[in-house]
C-alpha cells in the first residue's frame, strides 16, 4: 500500500471507515499517525473518543483563545478585588502538582501491571501543547486548573479498543491489579499527608506557645498591672510556670483574686501583682489575665519525626472519622434539621 495523505484519510471517513479501524491497520501508537505518512504528525491525529481526525494547530489555537478568556476574567476580577490574581495563581500552585501526582498513581501502577494508557493530561477541553512517549500521549490541555486525567485502555466497556493493545487492557488485568489501579490515585493524596506533615516536623516547626508576652490587651488586668511586651512569666502565686499550659492553669484557678506573679524583665525578676477578672466557661468561672504569648517554631530531629509524623496523621485521620460520625449521628441531624427550620437548636458539629 502506498503513503497516505490528509485528503486520503478523510475520503476513508466520508467512506466510512472509522478511525478505530484505520488505527487498526496503520497506527503503532493507538493515537499519532505514523511518521512515514507525508505531513500527517504535523497536519492530523485521531480524536480516539470521537473517531475522527482532529487538528492538533486547531486545538492549540482554541486552547489560547480559552486561556485568553479565562486570563481576561481574571484581571477584569482583579480590578474589584485585587488579591483574585495571587488567589488563583496560588491555587494552580497547589492543585497542578497534586493532580500530577494522583494521575500518576493511576498511569505508574497501570504501567507496573501491563496495562496501556493512550493518554496522561492536566487539564481538560483543547489540547495546548503534547508530545509522544510509547503509547502514551502526554500534555496539556486549556483548562489545566481544573483537574486532569489519564485515560487507560479498556476501562469502559463500550470502548472500542484497538487490537494494537489486545491483553494490555484494563478489563485483561487481574482483579486485585485493577483494585490497586484505582486505589493508587487516592493513596498519593494519603502519601502527600505524610511526607509534608514529616517536612513540617523535621524542618519548619511546629509553632509553639512560650511563656514571653507578646499581646497585653487594652483596659485588662495585665495593662493596670503595668505588664509589658516582652515580659516572661516565671511563676504564677507561688507555682513555677515553665510552659505556657502552666501559666493558663495557675490564672485560671484565681478568678477575681489578686495574686503576684513573676516575671523575668529585661534580665532580672520583679514580682507584680494583679487582680485578675473573670469569665464564665460554661459552669465554671475562671481567672483572667488579659496577655497574649508569643511563639516560636520548634523542629523536631528527622530521627523523632517518623513515628510523631504517623501519630498526627493517625491524629487527624481518626478526627474526620469521629467527626464525620457525629455530624451524622441522627440526633445532630435532627438538630440541624431543626435549625433549617429556624428552631434554635444548637449543634456541636455543621456541614462547612
Known amino acids: 500500500m502506498g503513503p497516505t495523505t490528509g485528503d486520503d484519510l478523510r475520503e476513508r471517513q466520508d467512506a466510512g471507515t472509522t478511525g478505530s479501524e484505520y488505527r487498526s491497520e496503520h497506527l503503532t501508537t493507538g493515537d499519532i499517525l505514523p511518521a512515514d505518512l507525508p505531513g500527517a504528525e504535523e497536519k492530523y491525529t485521531f480524536d480516539g473518543q470521537a473517531n475522527s481526525i482532529r487538528d492538533p494547530k486547531s486545538d492549540r489555537r482554541t486552547g489560547l483563545v480559552v486561556l485568553a478568556v479565562m486570563a481576561g476574567a481574571l484581571t477584569l476580577a482583579n480590578f474589584l478585588n485585587p488579591s483574585v490574581w495571587p488567589a488563583a495563581l496560588l491555587f494552580v500552585a497547589l492543585i497542578v502538582p497534586m493532580v500530577l501526582f494522583h494521575e500518576w498513581g493511576h498511569y505508574w501502577t497501570a504501567k507496573k501491571f501491563g496495562i496501556a494508557s493512550r493518554e496522561f493530561f492536566v487539564g481538560f477541553g483543547p489540547r495546548l501543547w503534547s508530545f509522544q512517549r510509547g503509547d502514551t500521549e502526554f500534555g496539556l490541555k486549556a483548562f489545566f486548573p481544573l483537574g486532569g486525567y489519564v485515560k487507560i485502555v479498556g476501562m469502559s466497556q463500550y470502548e472500542d479498543v484497538d487490537p494494537h493493545f489486545e491483553g494490555r487492557t484494563f478489563k485483561d488485568a487481574k482483579r486485585w491489579q485493577r483494585a490497586i489501579v484505582l486505589a493508587a490515585g487516592s493513596a498519593t493524596h494519603f502519601t502527600t499527608a505524610l511526607v509534608l506533615i514529616f517536612v513540617v516536623l523535621a524542618f519548619v516547626g511546629i509553632p509553639k506557645a512560650t511563656t514571653t508576652i ?102 487527624v485521620f481518626w478526627g474526620n472519622l469521629v467527626a464525620i460520625r457525629n455530624t451524622f449521628a441522627p440526633s445532630n441531624v435532627a438538630k440541624i434539621a431543626d435549625q433549617v427550620g429556624g428552631g434554635d437548636s444548637r449543634t456541636d458539629y455543621r456541614f462547612s
Open 214 to 315: 507578646d499581646v497585653v490587651s487594652d483596659d485588662s488586668p495585665a495593662a493596670s498591672a503595668e505588664f509589658q511586651q516582652g515580659d516572661r512569666i516565671l511563676a504564677v502565686d507561688g507555682e513555677d510556670t515553665p510552659e505556657w499550659e502552666d501559666v493558663q492553669t495557675a490564672l485560671r484557678s484565681h478568678p477575681d483574686e489578686r495574686i503576684p506573679i513573676e516575671i523575668e524583665r529585661d534580665g532580672e525578676s520583679l514580682v507584680i501583682y494583679a487582680t485578675l477578672d473573670s469569665h464564665t466557661e460554661g459552669e465554671t468561672t475562671v481567672g483572667f489575665l488579659g496577655v497574649s504569648p508569643s511563639e516560636v517554631n520548634e523542629t523536631t530531629g528527622v530521627r523523632e519525626a517518623v513515628p510523631q509524623t504517623f501519630a498526627r496523621f493517625g491524629d
